[in-house]
């Protein structure tokens, strides 16, 4: 599958390659990015951290979900993890089909689905603290530091 952790920016056009073939007639794209202010903190930059092999895992087991439910659908999932600045792209999803319906609905599916089972943390940094962030089920905020990995083992 083409689904990765990536410590590097992530390249847009190469993302998009991924998923584009002649059947298909839409491709929507994802692009979550670092914001400034979030509920009215302001954000000097974000760590993100993961559990790398369960990560790609578990986007992997995301496009077979997809694939499932819409069958015609190409997917792929990039996450970044290390230091982020303002406007960083975090997250990429691509999606092909041949029909922009099930494009879009595959592609909203699969970052709904990135923050309930995918183990990514981000450690916000803001102007007055720092604080880890854990998203997924199962899983809550750390203040304390980085969650361990075996309190992620299934």
Same mark, same amino acid.
């Given at each position: 599958?083409?689904? !990765?952790?990536?410590?590097?920016?992530?390249?847009?056009? @190469?993302?998009?390659?991924?998923? $584009?073939?002649?059947? *298909?007639? *839409?491709?929507?794209l994802f692009i979550g990015t670092v914001r400034e202010l979030t509920h009215g903190k302001k954000t000097l930059y974000? +760590?993100?951290?993961?559990? !790398?092999?369960? *990560?790609?895992?578990?986007?992997?087991?995301?496009?077979?979900?997809?694939? %499932?439910?819409?069958?015609?659908?190409?997917a792929t999932i990039i996450h970044r993890i290390g230091r982020l600045e303002i406007?960083?792209?975090?997250?990429?999803?691509? $999606?092909?089909?041949?029909?922009?319906?099930? *494009?879009?609905?595959?592609?909203?599916?699969?970052?709904?689905?990135?923050?309930?089972?995918?183990?990514?943390?981000? %450690?916000?940094?803001?102007? @007055?603290?720092?604080?880890?962030?854990?998203?997924?089920? #199962?899983?809550?905020?750390?203040?304390? #530091? %980085?969650?361990? +990995?075996? @309190?992620?083992?299934?």
């Amino acid at each position: 599958m083409n689904c !990765e952790i990536t410590r590097e920016p992530i390249k847009i056009e @190469d993302v998009y390659e991924k998923v $584009v073939r002649r059947e *298909a007639g *839409a491709v929507t794209l994802f692009i979550g990015t670092v914001r400034e202010l979030t509920h009215g903190k302001k954000t000097l930059y974000l +760590e993100y951290e993961a559990y !790398e092999a369960m *990560a790609v895992k578990k986007m992997e087991q995301i496009v077979s979900e997809m694939k %499932k439910r819409w069958p015609d659908v190409e997917a792929t999932i990039i996450h970044r993890i290390g230091r982020l600045e303002i406007t960083d792209i975090a997250v990429a999803i691509a $999606v092909s089909s041949p029909h922009r319906p099930e *494009a879009y609905e595959a592609n909203r599916y699969a970052i709904e689905r990135i923050k309930e089972i995918v183990p990514i943390w981000k %450690k916000e940094h803001w102007e @007055d603290g720092e604080e880890w962030i854990g998203n997924q089920q #199962g899983t809550k905020a750390y203040s304390g #530091g %980085k969650p361990e +990995e075996e @309190d992620l083992r299934e």
